[in-house]
């Protein structure tokens, strides 16, 4: 596979190859939960689906499934059918007997003058409990409706993510930092008429408003449709309003107070069929229209317990901090649900790692003596160029060490391993997306070695297969990249689009799939949409996202929402957007546009677009450049040539552009870029 057959959709990063092995220490292989090679025997593909009871088997069930994965509805998975269980009590109560005084979140607020919460199981019990008793009785929800959540890095995130699975409520959490009309569009497509939000939190130093963004989201969800009836609004701090916004009367409601009105409240958790929802992730895809992932509660939380403690290898006595926010899926599989489950100490940190300096992270780490680390290749990467020799002033010790969510490169994992992990702590590059609900390929932390800049083989369970676009198998060791694809359905996988059958197939199955009518789930391998190579040890390396995907920071931001943000703003007629490499980000969005006729070009403008893709999408997904050309390079048929202006961005060679409609473009937007 080409770039030049992808055209205009690959945005390849890595062009790395590594073959050197470092091997987990005996130290940490004596205390591992799982150091049996046979594991992979265990979970090979004639003892599937049934192999994958022993991940049930780490829950307590109020009745047991009686078919593992039924498979009627191919491919619309349903593990553990028949099941029943409860989200919320495996996390929280089935933990109250033995550790009820076990800290179950470490919560550090950004700044270092306010005290770190440490929230007991009982204590964690009792907040679950009464916020849940407000949302039954106050706002009247039961199981199955849906509510939006838009909550900043805070303890009231989990505990609202849990009262909500404690009423089989299915939440739908949308990042902090996404603005308001993009979680109003979310709202809208999810139908959720209640919003939970918080009136302000720390980034940076700064105190922000985000009950401003609160109001937007409302106003966009109400522009598209959709009626909202409550806005609840926990308080940063509980008895003080932090924003400048009025509270408005009988839709606004503070919702530490409505708390405190339900003290000691008790509520049943609801005994919930496994096969039910538990949340909507929503994620971007390749058309402008976010997806919403739908993850079963059964399933879901069967695979992200199992992971959480043998690939993540958490004890009852680890401290565990994954430093990825809660909003995004990492957060709620191994922030909130994966290590809860196990009955864990999970940590929360409200901030930005480098705040208020480059020793804030590793200081936290000494605080709380984490000995387990979490985090992505963007804040490796970042927390490297601020303070390359700080985590040695630090006394920490980490076991064990996570990087996720994109492609690291192994001069990064070398000072990750090295430096952060002062060459103790193993390492697993853990590869998986929103729709997979946990780990797909990764290390076994005690079997396998660790090497730099592959993700590992496929976890056991998951066996992973490298197609060409024939659908030709490629070898492992051909080293020719395909398309990554799974064998075999698993329990943490996404049911389905929210609302949306027809794109789930079409966007997952659609180009693998042998027999739409079959009902066997070998003729259904699932299509990541990652490009990757899978190397003669059996390691994936991952090149990097196929469709119209752009990984920045480990956010996974559309090129087609970006550009239809771009094109809200006046005076413009097209707009197109491809992927740059950066030193610390992986990569960020180019954007190129062309104005109607009598709009002159002006930095004004330049700066005009970049504000109005923050406002629609959120500053994440501000472009790195703006570039306002005179036309779009465009084949004869009209369609912008996304390729070519990739290459002259990435200043690569553009190849023959004799087939364009208008050639003569390119070489003037090739100066322009380029000068
Ligand atoms: C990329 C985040 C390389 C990949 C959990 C995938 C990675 C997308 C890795 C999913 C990794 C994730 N190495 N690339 N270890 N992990 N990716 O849905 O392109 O936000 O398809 O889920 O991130 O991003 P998502």
Known sequence: MSKQEHGSSTHYAVHWQEEQYYYPGPEFIGQANCTDPEIYQRFSLDKFPECYKEFAELLHWDRYWHTTLDTSDAPFWKWFAGGRLNASYNCVDRHLQKHKNKTAIHFVPELE????????????????????????????????????????????????????????????????????????????????????????????????????????????????????????????????????????????????????????????PVSMPAEDILFLMYTSGSTGRPKGCQHSIGGYLSYVTWMSKYVQDIHPEDVYWCMADIGWITGHSFIVYGPLSLGASTVIYEGVPTYPDAGRCWRIAQELDVNIFHTSPTAVRALRKVGGDEPARYNYHFKHMTSVGEPIEPDVWRWYYEVVGKGRAVIVDTWWQTETGGFLCSTMPAIDPMK?????????????VVYDDEGNELKPGEGKAGNLCIRNPWPGAFQSIWKDRERYIK??????????????????????????????????????????????????????????????????????????????????????????????????????????????????ARPAHVYIVPDMPKTRSGKIMRRVLASISNRRDIGDVSTLANPEIVEEIRQQVQG
């Open 452 to 464: 730099p800049g592959s993700a590992g083989p496929g976890l056991p369970g998951i066996h992973p």
């Open 113 to 268: 003058d306010e005290p770190i919460e440490h929230m007991t199981y009982q204590e964690l019990y009792r907040r679950v409990n009464e916020t849940a008793a407000v949302l039954q009785e106050f706002c009247g929800l039961k199981a199955g409706d849906r509510v939006t959540l838009y909550l900043p890095m805070t303890p009231e995130l989990p505990v609202t993510m849990l009262a909500c699975a404690r009423l089989g409520i299915i939440h739908c959490q949308v990042f902090a930092g996404f603005s308001g009309k993009a979680c109003g569009d979310r709202m809208w497509d999810s139908e959720s008429d209640i919003l939970i939000t918080m009136d302000a939190y720390y980034r940076g130093g700064r105190l922000l408003n985000h009950k401003a963004n609160a109001d937007q989201a409302v106003q966009a969800a109400e522009s598209a449709g959709q009626k909202v009836s409550r806005v609840l609004v926990w308080r940063r701090f509980p008895g003080r309003y932090s924003s400048a916004e009025p509270m408005v009367e009988n839709r606004d409601y503070f919702l530490d107070e409505l708390v405190k009105q339900n003290k000691n409240a008790t509520i049943q």
């Open 507 to 620: 966007s997952y199955y659609g180009k693998y799939n042998r027999d739409p009518q079959s009902k066997d789930w070998r003729d259904w391998p699932y299509m990541a949409g990652d490009a990757a190579v899978l190397e003669s040890d059996g390691y994936v390396r991952i090149l990097g996202r196929i469709d119209d995907v752009i990984n920045v920071s480990g956010h996974r931001l559309g090129t087609k929402e970006i550009e239809s943000a771009a094109l809200s703003a006046e005076g413009v007629a097209e707009a197109a957007v491809v992927a740059m490499p950066d030193e610390i980000k992986g990569m960020v969005p180019d954007l190129y546009v062309s104005l109607k006729p009598g709009i002159d070009p002006s930095h004004e403008l330049e700066k005009k677009l970049i504000s109005t893709v923050a406002d629609v999408l959120g500053k994440i």
